[in-house]
């Protein structure tokens, strides 16, 4: 069941309150391993077992849950991601910055003096959804998802930024690489990033 | 233990899947056909958590070290113990040197080979399925090769009847003819952007049909039909998506996430595939045209709670028929 209180741009305060109904939920059904909640970028989805809990009575509780939630801010921390721009990792840099109507210098200038925030993780283990990238390097994702993005490539869709924790599809386009770990399902917690951090891109080349 | 005798990369150690770790980004895995395991499990009388090994790589051979009561469900295939043809789902004890082979189906895509107390891999974030997109869990997060061991949870084998024993699933046999006619009908809800299509998408996406191509693995199926437009471009911010959701991206092209789904997407969802139908989705190959019948909550819930039923009294069957030896 998705919650979606969102209106199509993103609201860093509702991702706020957003985050901190998630930790209410999972507190109000921990005892339920059927339960699972997964905070999504201005939205929130509730997993669960039907035959236990109705659907009409999930949806009452998620409504009620969110009318006394408020916004409590969740403590920020920067990690800062090293980047060389560009090269075979970055295929799609030149025609973002053409696209953008910025020289490549200036696109990179741009992507890495933003100050990025961790909305969500999801969609492969340890992805952090970015929220913070300059509006005019926004852009469509691609019509036809690429089945294979290496680990590390810096990427960008719609109006978030990420990095790829491990070598999966993706429809966002390439910008360049890092060579930071993101995901170790040994480690605990598992991922570098989690929802509330800050994100800095550090320019450590471009290549052509 | 028993020895792996083939290679297969797609042959995995799969379990009911992975939960409460959606919220890092990783994926529930687990069986793709949910019925198959839980009616093997049930043949061989294991917890319905235990896991077992996905084969979708044809011929699978493999060589037991031990006496271990098995069973070989899902895909309608021909298995041999030794020089004994089985039927299908059928369940029975094989000795120490005794090989096991599991032909490529004459209808469906994967078969299920459990063993009595379940593979005995370490769970991984509490769970022994293999997570291909991580590359964790399961046997050294891979797919199995010839050569490899696996051992099985210590038990002694406990045979019900010598010939062994079956079971056929309500639904079995007419799903085996979905599938012999190459046409497999799944129920699915309406999905959140289901009225943001235009009304000849809507009807297409109900009434005809959409064929599972090439790229089509675990994560999920792309589809290819009747193309299903928005009545206006619509980019969505990230949100949790499930197995079952169908999206589709700009191109008008459906995909079905499955066991591996990712746990976020961006792209319009008109429709989820109900539950208790995704198993069916599990056994369609690639070429297989797959037709979507609209329904709502409450079909799904009340088909949820049948199957549910129907699993839990093969259970109680096969545990009376075990006591009574």
């Known amino acids: 069941m998705l919650f979606d209180p969102g209106t199509g741009v993103f609201d860093a305060a509702m991702q706020t309150r957003l985050h901190a109904m998630a930790k209410r939920i999972e507190a109000a059904l921990c005892a339920n391993d059927a339960t699972e909640v997964v905070l999504g970028v201005n939205n929130v989805m509730l997993i669960f077992n039907p035959l236990e809990l109705h659907p009409d009575e999930a949806s009452a ?78 852009v469509p994702r691609r019509r036809v998802p690429r089945m294979k993005v290496d680990e590390g490539t810096v990427i960008v869709g719609g109006a978030q930024a990420g ?36 994100v800095r891109f550090i320019v450590k080349g471009v290549e052509a | 233990m ?67 009561d098995f069973a070989v469900t899902g895909a309608d295939c021909a298995v041999r113990l030794e020089d004994t043809e089985l039927a299908p789902w ?53 797919g199995l090769r010839r050569g490899d ?12 009847r010598a010939a062994g024993l079956g079971v056929v699933p309500a639904d079995l046999p007419s799903f085996w003819d979905e599938l ?64 079952g959701t169908v999206q589709v991206p700009p191109s008008g092209q459906p995909i079905i996430q499955l066991a591996e789904a990712n746990t976020c997407g961006g792209y319009p969802k008109i429709a989820t595939v109900m539950e208790a139908d995704i198993w069916k989705l599990g056994q369609a190959p690639i070429g297989c045209r797959i037709r979507f019948a609209l329904t709502d ?4 819930v009340e088909t949820l709670r049948t199957r549910a039923a129907e699993i839990s009294k093969v259970r109680q069957t096969l545990a009376l028929m075990s006591q009574r030896g």
């Open chain 2, 149 to 160: 061991v696996l051992k099985v949870n210590a038990r002694a084998p406990r045979p019900v």
């Open chain 2, 2 to 68: 028993i020895t792996v005798l083939s290679n297969g990369a797609p042959n995995l150690v799969q379990d009911t899947g992975r939960r409460g770790h959606l919220g890092f980004g990783v994926s529930r895995s687990g069986a793709m056909d949910a019925l198959a395991l839980a009616i093997g499990n049930a043949l061989v009388r294991n917890q319905p958590t235990d896991a077992a090994i996905e084969i979708s790589l044809f011929p699978f051979r493999v060589r037991f070290q031990e006496d271990l």
């Open chain 2, 180 to 243: 012999s006619s190459g046409l497999v009908t799944v129920r699915a809800i309406p999905g959140p952007e289901y009225p943001h299509f235009t009304d000849e998408a809507k009807k297409a996406f109900a009434t005809t049909d959409y064929e599972v191509t090439p790229d089509a693995n675990r994560v999920g199926y792309r589809l290819s039909g009747t193309s299903l437009p928005l009545s206006s471009p619509l980019e969505l911010l990230s949100h949790g998506i499930v197995p």
């Open chain 2, 90 to 142: 059928w369940g029975r004890t094989a000795r120490a040197g005794q090989t096991l082979v599991i032909e490529r189906p004459k209808r469906g895509a994967r078969a299920y080979l459990c063993l009595g107390g379940g593979v005995d891999v370490a769970p991984v974030m509490g769970s022994r399925s293999t997570d291909l997109k991580g590359a964790f869990g399961g046997f050294e997060g891979r």
């Open chain 1, 61 to 138: 509780l998620l409504l009620r849950l969110w009318d006394t939630t408020d916004a409590v801010a969740i403590a920020e921390k920067t990690i800062e991601i090293p980047v060389i721009y560009g090269g075979a990792a970055g295929e799609d840099l030149n025609a973002l910055a053409t696209g953008a109507g910025l020289s490549v210098d200036e696109y990179v200038r741009r992507h890495s003096e933003a100050t990025y925030f961790v909305a969500c993780i999801g969609s492969m283990p340890g992805f952090a959804y970015m929220t913070g990238l300059p509006s005019e390097l926004a």
């Open chain 1, 163 to 198: 990095v790829m924790p491990c070598t999966a599809p993706s429809g966002w386009h390439l910008l360049g690489k890092t060579t930071e770990r993101l995901f170790d399902p040994l480690k605990s917690p598992p991922c570098l990033f989690e929802p509330g951090n800050q």
């Open chain 2, 297 to 300: 909550v409450d079909e799904a």
